[in-house]
């Protein structure tokens, strides 16, 4: 998969790109990430300007339409792959586990990350991208929700993950709405918290429903909307 993220702050990518598992992926060509700076097709103002304020009033600055339909002109036309578009902003559709697995399944994706009080509306008018939010927060940018969606699709590519850590049973993936169960590893007691009993037992069947009972609370409590008939992602 091809990855291109528009940004007015490619920096802020900088140490994430570079540890643990993103750049495993990278250097073993499961994925490749591009980021490009959207002043760099700017009008050759002295100040590389890209932004400007809201005709009709208000607070803050809008990222402007020529630069960012030109950046993404540009940056398409690096590879011949259609790219899927998306563009961060807290008014978009909410990504989930379905979106992610679904963005996973694309071989190229072009990121459009806001700034500011967001874009020129005509810049979704005229590139017609999926509008992705990751929660009902404001962020100061797109950058940090860029950043959990190629966390989410990345780890869902084929090879990024081992067998041993494997996504099928992640709470939220398809065909799984249920949390996941707790679990423990050594030592058996801490400060008089013990491993409960059944998971030394060594009867797996016994472990098998202790755990699916846990999901099962743990949902109840936490996140019952998730066992809601018509939830949307059942
Ligand atoms: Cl995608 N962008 C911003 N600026 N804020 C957000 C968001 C995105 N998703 C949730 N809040």
């Given at each position: 998969m091809r990855l291109d993220i528009v940004t007015l702050f490619p920096a802020i990518f900088d140490g994430y790109l570079t540890q643990s598992l993103l750049d495993k992926a990278i250097q073993?060509?499961?994925?490749?990430?591009?980021r490009h700076n959207l002043r760099d097709w700017a009008e050759n103002t002295p100040h590389r300007k890209v932004d400007d304020r809201p005709f009709g009033g208000g607070p803050g600055m809008l990222i402007q339409v020529e630069p960012t339909v030109t950046c993404v002109d540009s940056v398409e036309a690096m590879d011949p792959r259609p790219a899927r578009r998306i563009l961060l902003t807290p008014q978009?559709?909410?990504f989930d586990q379905r979106m992610a697995e679904d963005f996973a399944t694309s071989e190229r994706v072009l990121m459009l990350c806001g700034r500011y009080e967001g874009f020129d509306q005509r810049v979704v008018d005229i590139l017609q991208p999926e509008e992705?939010?990751?929660?009902?927060?404001?962020?100061?940018?797109g950058e940090v929700a860029a950043m959990v969606i190629v966390d989410a699709v990345v780890r869902l590519l084929p090879g990024v993950l081992g067998d041993e850590n494997s996504s099928i049973d992640d709470s939220f993936s398809r065909g799984n709405r249920l949390l996941e169960f707790p679990q423990y590893?050594?030592?058996?007691?801490?400060?008089?918290h013990a491993v409960p009993d059944v998971l030394l037992s060594g009867d797996h069947k016994a472990i098998a429903k202790w755990r699916d009972q846990q999901s099962l609370d743990r949902t109840q409590k936490r996140r019952s909307d998730l066992l809601e008939p018509d939830n949307e992602n059942n």
């Open positions: 073993r060509e499961l994925v490749q990430i591009h978009g559709k909410r992705v939010s990751i929660g009902d927060f404001v962020l100061n940018g590893t050594r030592p058996r007691e801490f400060r008089d």
